[in-house]
């Protein structure tokens, strides 16, 4: 017989034991769609889409007349009046040129053979001969007093069309399973269904990114063309970093897009990028901060350059090869039918159902308004 004072242990081997189990299911995969979450997803208005919905859709541009990226086609020497170009439509009479260092005025143009005849070789005291393909610049307009007006440039409208993407995800559970009490979860499908919104998300800002465009057909999926893609066919404004990415790469690709019109306000960076730009402006001659004893380091969340403002956002989508930067006049997503969840027929012992949403992206002068630091390393 035990004695009365003996102690119990709290330790056994054979002593069964409730289990102890958090109602609660922690969730660490990254669900966070930065690109998203800056532009939303319903902005239709903001390009003033008439007649919307629909799969495919439109976007009108235009543009100025050119007065620079203009060039000789062929060389010229010092005393001739014409001048062979590279399309005479460019041009218009009076306008003044500056080829290389020489300044000369337009008196006409033969549009079928571009050539271009100037009033004389001596305007300015600038008389050269120039070799072929040098950069001509249009700076100005000098008209005769009294001549007959006549046309220039036209610049015609263009049309860049788009196309609306399927992202979709099925949930099936067994009736059994979800009649089951379980730790962390209320119904099963109900839980599978709701993780299915995020993981299509993340999809979705993949697609933003580096989508391809594809019309679509019975046999072939409508897609639309992500913004680095866009920017990339377009042959704009992109920098090659060539190795890692440096202060003047950055502000490089701001200044190109401000030249061509833009105004940058957004550059999505991979979280290796985003350290490389904070490590090359965390420093005396950049910042002025404020002292706090318990508090070491820094977070840069946007740039101030003479082109503009950029806000720096860390995107775990981003690849580390390159960094976008968007002009948020621009470029945005639109929703043509949002996620539902809806159920489906089924043929047995189960629960059935998808989570289904359309949208597309909106992506105008991806030329002009937008820039890319590429090759990174």
Known sequence: MASLDQQKTTYSDTTPQKR?????????????????????????????????PGTAYEVLEDVLDPIDGLSLNGSILSTVVTITVDDA??????????????FVVVSALALGTNVLTVYSRTYGGTQATHADNAVISIVGMARLEGMESDTGPVQDITN????????QGEVK??????QINQYGIAQEFDYQAAKQVPHLMRLMERSFIRGIAATGSATTPRSFAGFHTLINVAGGNTISAGGAVVQADFEDALEAAYNDGGMPTMALVSPANMQVIKNFYDSASFLRVEREDTVVGMTIQRVSTPFGDVDLVIDRHMPDTFIDILDERHVGAITFYPFTQEPLAKTGDYERGEVVGEFGL????????????????
């Open 160 to 167: 860049v069309t788009f196309n609306t993407q399927i992202f």
């Open 362 to 377: 909106v992506v105008r002068h991806a030329k002009e308004a937008h820039a890319a630091i590429v090759a990174i390393s």
């Open 173 to 178: 559970v067994a009736r059994t399973a979800n």
């Open 89 to 102: 439509s460019d041009f218009k009479i009076g306008q003044v040129l500056l080829i290389d260092a020489e």
């Open 20 to 52: 102890i189990v958090s109602d609660v299911i922690s969730m660490i995969s990254p669900r966070d769609t930065p690109f998203i979450a800056w532009g939303g997803l319903n902005n239709e208005s903001k390009f003033k889409l008439v007649n919307w």
